[in-house]
């Protein structure tokens, strides 16, 4: 039996631009690709025709039932002597169950490399001009998941809220469709509710949809705006940015990519 070979390989947030060049390789050199629901159709044009590609769902509720199949299916494809591509979109490593799928591998004892991406909770804020750390208003960052298994532990809103008032940005993905609960116990925590923040939905994508406002009207701007997943929330100062001036960005900006509608708070 030839050996194969999986590679995880990060798609990105959605504009296939901001694949890296050796995403593109493993791309063209993919004898099967399966492919994340998240992932851009823009993106799939580099596999090579005659390679197979293989939709696999993705979305918030299905992910346990499917993540033990997905499994199974790259461990068969790669010991049945196929390059394997595993395309997941922005950083497999983030919120990909990239980590999983290594362990899994690794276990059969298939080989597996790793190709980083560009994550959505960096790209779509930088999109509309928001740095996840700028030394004016944050000193850190952290990525938290609004969306977890029924049963398990749930990130502490609490701390969290702590953390972001000591000055670091949240940004929060899956956290769409738990916006309200999530803001309502930020509030609770003790952060401000003129805090900025941010949604993004589809960023770095034609569809982008981006809404500024602050952290007590979050919930109620997001239903009334029918914001919506895939989104990520920055909640923090350094949101502020969207308002500092930014000609050059403006000057240098490719007609082509997508514009971001960008609200003023309050
Ligand atoms: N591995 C991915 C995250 C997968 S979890 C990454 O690194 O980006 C799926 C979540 O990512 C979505 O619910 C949403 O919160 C976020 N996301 C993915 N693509 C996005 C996009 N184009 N714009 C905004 N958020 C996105």
Known sequence: MKAGHVTLVGAGPGDPELLTRRAIRALRQASVVLADDLVADGVLRYVRKGAR?????????????????????LIAEAA???RVVRLKGGDPFVFGRGGEEVSALRAAGIACTVVPGVTAGIA????????VTDRRWAQGVMFVTGHTQPGAPGPDWRQLALAARGGITLVVYMGMARCAEIAAALLTGGLRGDTPAAVI???????QQAHVTDLGALADDVQRLGLGAPAVVVIGHVVRATQAPCTEAGENADASEPRAQVLGCG
Not at 57 to 64: A, E, L, P, Q, Y
């Open 53 to 73: 590609i293989v939709r696999c769902g993705k979305r918030g509720g299905t992910v346990s039932t499917q993540q033990g199949f997905i499994n199974a299916m």
């Open 124 to 131: 779509a804020p930088a999109q509309l001009g928001i740095p």
């Open 201 to 207: 939905e589809n960023g770095c994508t034609p569809e």
């Open 80 to 82: 049945r002597g196929e």
